[in-house]
């Protein structure tokens, strides 16, 4: 899950009104350390609209719960197929 911007990812925990200045730093800098590593992952989902982002969270899950080799049962099952 990306920000939209890193000025937006700011302005957005400024807005909460929740952490400390110091702490937003800290926060800040670890999420630009984590937003490094976006290559090593197999879905990226850029969090600009929340209601948006969530229905692309829920479609990942449900494409990674199809994933071949996540099906419990999957070879007994086609082998019914005579296949």
Do not use: C, K
């Not at 670890?30 to 948006?52: G, P």
Request: no cysteine.
């Amino acid at each position: 899950m990306l920000p939209p911007s890193m000025a937006e990812l700011e302005r957005r925990l400024h807005g909460r009104a929740s952490d400390h200045p110091d702490e937003i730093a800290r926060r800040m800098a670890a999420a630009r350390d984590e937003i490094s590593h976006w290559r090593e992952f197999d879905y990226v989902i850029v969090n600009t609209e929340l209601d948006r982002a969530i229905a692309e969270a829920r479609a990942v899950l449900t494409a990674a719960r199809q994933a071949v080799p996540r099906q419990a049962g999957l070879v007994d099952f086609v082998g019914t197929f005579g296949v």
